[in-house]
């Protein structure tokens, strides 16, 4: 997992509880290390042991956790990956553009980096399909992606987000509707 998504891990759950919690969990998670360089790349088992403890000690589950923090990432994210979007895009167009503008550009600074393949078929000018795989089994991220996307771009009223999950948590597909 790539650190900048560890630091803003960091950050969310100062943001949402305090510091100590998040001491807290880096305790319970085995960690040794409360900080992580957003420069270096970690074992997706950190985030998988955080997220797990976060929801013992919040009584969620790790998957309503996994969306509550992908909402939360989607401010720092349109701001780190700004220089590759276009302005007139939308929520449906930037989900459309992610593939081959923002998990582009993290595979090519950091070859050890794997952000999940986004298959994503536009059905109409309202509407999309995401098929998203990914042997992490975070498609809550994905569809608190989505979530925070139609936030972004004031349009959480008018966007539907579906998602179907497999059971083994590897498959997300995710109907976006713009009514």
């Known amino acids: 997992m790539h650190g900048?998504?560890?630091?803003?891990?960091?950050?969310?759950?100062?943001?949402?509880?305090?510091?100590?919690?998040?001491?807290?969990?880096?305790?319970?998670?085995?960690?040794?290390?409360?900080?992580?360089?957003?420069k270096n790349v970690y074992p997706d088992e950190h985030v998988y042991a955080l997220v797990g403890h976060a929801a013992e000690m919040t009584g969620l589950p790790a998957g309503e956790l996994h969306e509550k923090?992908?909402?939360?990432?989607?401010?720092?994210?349109?701001y780190m990956y700004q220089k590759l979007l276009r302005p007139e895009w939308k929520t449906l167009d930037m989900l459309e553009h992610t593939e081959l503008t923002m998990h582009h550009q993290v595979r090519k600074e950091h070859a050890e980096n794997?952000?999940?393949?986004?298959e994503v078929t536009r059905l109409g000018p309202n509407e999309l399909m995401i098929d998203y795989v990914s042997p992490r089994r975070?498609?809550?991220?994905?569809?608190?992606?989505?979530?925070?996307l139609a936030v972004y771009f004031d349009e959480a009223d008018r966007i539907d987000v579906m998602p179907t999950v497999?059971?083994?948590?590897?498959?997300v597909r995710i109907h976006v509707r713009r009514r």
Do not use: C, N
């Open 4 to 38: 900048t998504i560890l630091t803003l891990l960091k950050r969310y759950v100062q943001t949402q509880y305090d510091h100590s919690t998040w001491v807290k969990l880096v305790e319970l998670a085995g960690l040794d290390r409360v900080d992580f360089d957003h």
């Open 166 to 171: 497999s059971e083994e948590g590897e498959r």
């Open 69 to 78: 923090f992908g909402e939360y990432l989607v401010p720092d994210l349109m």
């Open 114 to 118: 794997s952000p999940p393949v986004l």
């Open 138 to 148: 975070m498609s809550g991220l994905a569809v608190g992606i989505v979530r925070g």
